[in-house]
């Protein structure tokens, strides 16, 4: 069974600051993967996502994150923090076929401090 | 492009009452569509798999006769809270991909509900 965890469920950074959230996953099969930003009362938007290829993806606003197959890891960065990327962040995990599933992880709730 | 439009935002209802949530492809089709349930400070959870034309697939523990969805058309599913108790105030989100397995889904914006 794909499974997907976020290690840290609050990161605090401040301005300017690197941006790491962590995520791995659990598969038996390559995976998809994709990073999603949630604000406040409102719904997911994708950051960035992996399928196949450069194992080195980027985003908008700025993330990147990279596939290590070795490590089942894909990890989420930004070189410099700003106060507007404060938000929950969900790292999430899917297969290939035309209905499948989106496993979400529990998230990561990023506050950016002055 | 791929935008997904759910319908109402927010809404207050009163125990016992019966709501409708509505979640439409605005320029895709989507033969499938997802309805996901967050609690506050929670990850989404799967409630269903919407099926256009066909009935829907719900996750163990989902209560197919409560939470009934409606897959008329390729851009349109319905997700309808009945008999809403308390416990059904949640944020609830829909979700679409205009393609297969490796492209992404595109999320509505959520129906905050509150069961008064």
């Known amino acids: 069974a794909q499974s997907v965890t976020q290690l840290g469920s609050h990161v605090s950074v401040s301005e300017g600051a690197l941006v790491l959230l962590r995520c791995n996953y659990s598969?038996?099969?390559?995976?998809?993967l994709f990073w999603y930003v949630q604000y406040p009362n409102q719904g997911l938007q994708l950051l960035l996502k992996y399928t196949t290829g450069a194992t080195l993806v980027k985003g908008i606003n700025g993330f990147e994150a990279e596939f290590k197959k070795s490590e089942t890891s894909f990890h989420l960065t930004k070189p410099s923090a700003h106060m507007s990327d404060a938000a929950e962040y969900f790292c999430a995990v899917s297969f290939t076929g035309t209905a499948s599933k989106l496993t979400f992880g529990t998230g990561t709730r990023l506050q950016v401090t002055l | 492009g791929a935008v997904v439009s759910q319908h109402p935002s927010w809404v207050i209802c009163k125990s016992g009452t019966s709501v409708k949530i509505e979640c439409r492809s605005l320029?895709?089709?989507?033969?499938?569509m997802f309805w996901y349930r967050q609690f506050p400070k929670q990850s989404l959870m799967l409630m269903a798999t919407s099926n256009e034309g066909s009935k829907a697939t719900y996750e163990q523990g989902v209560e197919k006769d409560k939470f009934l969805i409606n897959h008329a058309s390729l851009t349109l599913s319905t997700l309808t809270v009945t008999s809403a108790h308390p416990e059904d105030s949640s944020f609830y989100i829909c979700?679409?991909?205009?393609?297969?397995?490796?492209?992404?889904?595109?999320f509505g914006n959520g129906t905050r509900l509150t069961v008064t």
């Open positions: 979700s679409a991909r205009p393609g297969q397995g490796g492209s992404p889904l595109h």
């Open positions: 320029d895709f089709q989507a033969t499938t």
């Open positions: 598969s038996s099969v390559p995976p998809y």
